[in-house]
């Protein structure tokens, strides 16, 4: 598709439930991300994926929360024995690699998705 | 650790009305710096996108600078209307390509 596109858009589910959340970034874009955005606060990272490298995973929350990303394409965000405290919209975001070795330019310019929003009940 | 501020919180201003929204960043070895915006219950919208090496970028009537010495960027909005209430979210990308975001401005501009 032309955008990111995510999946669900809402759910719903029991508190000790476990969740898939999916991205499907856009075409050609090497590097995806992952945040959440709590009612009223602003985006906390999550973790970033660039290419084959090992993934960034310095703010997942606790060890319930993992993501994968196959084939360098769509990525899965998983959340194991939700907790109320999980409610929140979680955004994903794409975009190319940047430039190494100090050069600048070329278009890094991140776009996100609608973001699926998780109720924990 | 890059710590990413934006001022004010939130802004009420009359339509018609120039605005600047302010963006401070702490790590001036950023990558580059993106404006986004944000209506109720929807994704991020790009808005600008401004490189490491540059000063500013236009669109229309949002004009976004950057003073990586100092670690501020500003949003200038001229002739506000009531469609540009939405909250504004200032992101800078590390040489790592880890992109920290500041919490937003909620803006309302007032018919």
């Known amino acids: 598709g032309a955008g990111v596109s995510q999946s669900p858009s809402n759910k719903v589910t029991e508190k000790g439930k476990d969740v898939e959340l999916r991205c499907d970034p856009i075409?050609?874009?090497?590097?995806l991300y992952w945040y959440r955005q709590s009612l009223g606060q602003g985006l906390e990272f999550l973790i970033y994926f660039q290419g084959n490298s090992a993934p960034d995973k310095s703010g997942l929350p606790s060890d319930r929360f993992s993501a994968e990303r196959t084939g360098g394409s769509v990525s899965t965000l998983t959340i194991q024995r939700t907790q109320q405290e999980d409610s929140a919209v979680y955004l994903c975001a794409s975009s190319h690699r940047r430039r190494t070795g100090g050069a600048s330019g070329g278009n890094t310019e991140a776009f996100f998705g609608q973001g699926t929003r998780l109720t924990v009940v | 650790k890059q710590e990413v501020t934006q001022i004010p919180a939130a802004l009420s201003v009359p339509e018609g009305e120039n605005l600047v929204l302010n963006c401070s960043f702490t790590d001036s070895a950023i990558y580059n710096l993106q404006w986004f915006r944000q209506d109720p219950g929807k994704g991020l919208t790009s808005l600008l996108l401004i490189q490491s090496s540059q000063r500013e970028q236009t669109s229309g009537r949002l004009n976004a600078s950057l003073d990586k010495s100092s670690g501020r960027s500003t949003l200038y909005i001229a002739a506000s209307q009531p469609g540009d209430s939405a909250t504004y979210l200032c992101?800078?990308?590390?040489?790592?390509?880890?992109?920290?975001f500041g919490k937003g401005t909620r803006l309302h501009i007032l018919p």
């Open positions: 075409s050609g874009h090497t590097a």
């Open positions: 992101a800078v990308r590390r040489r790592d390509d880890k992109i920290i």
